[in-house]
């Protein structure tokens, strides 16, 4: 099922999300639901409280060309960065259609557990190590526009506060 997509400035995307105890069938479905809405929207990426679910879990998929390589983590943390930087151009799709570089480790390990409740631990590069950031951002309240200059951020937001106001009239 797809579910609605929230769009900044909303404060369900400003809070910290709780831990997931347990992988439980709702859970599963939720994993599900989210990947289904983020490859329909499109995007390579999405957290739980996008969909306004305050939970730990993050889906992406950040293959482009060739099979499809759905990913759930459950309680994603970074278990390690690099100190190289890698800068790429990102966007959200609570953000639609803003763009901004954003500067973050060029690699990092990140431990999760996975939809059927075990611990895996993998080394991202790439777009994969953006994204896989990105979305763990999401559980902590930040948006990618939060490590933008003042100016820059208050514009996005302004154009997104009318972006809902035109929506809501639709
Ligand atoms: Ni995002």
């Excluded at 400003?14 to 639901?33: N, S, Y």
Aim: glycine share 6%; aromatic share 6%; net charge negative.
């Amino acid at each position: 099922m797809i579910r609605p997509i929230l769009i900044h400035p909303d404060p369900r995307l400003k809070k910290l999300c709780e831990p997931v105890a347990e992988i439980t069938p709702e859970l599963r479905q939720l994993a599900a639901d989210m990947l289904e809405t983020m490859y329909d929207a499109p995007g390579v990426g999405l957290a739980a409280p996008q969909v306004g679910v305050l939970k730990r879990l993050i889906v992406m998929d950040c293959i482009k060309d060739g099979p499809a390589q759905p990913m759930a983590l459950f309680n994603p943390v970074v278990t390690w960065a690099s100190e190289d930087l890698s800068t790429y151009e990102e966007g959200c799709l609570s953000i639609p259609e803003q763009y901004a570089d954003v500067n973050r480790p060029a690699e990092v390990i990140v431990r999760w557990t996975d939809v059927d409740g075990a611990t895996q631990e993998r080394q991202f590069s790439g777009l994969w190590s953006t994204c896989v950031q990105h979305e763990i951002d999401h559980l902590d309240g930040k948006l990618f526009i939060d490590y933008l200059g003042p100016l820059k951020r208050q514009m996005i937001t302004r154009k997104m506060t009318k972006l809902k106001r035109e929506r809501a009239r639709e």
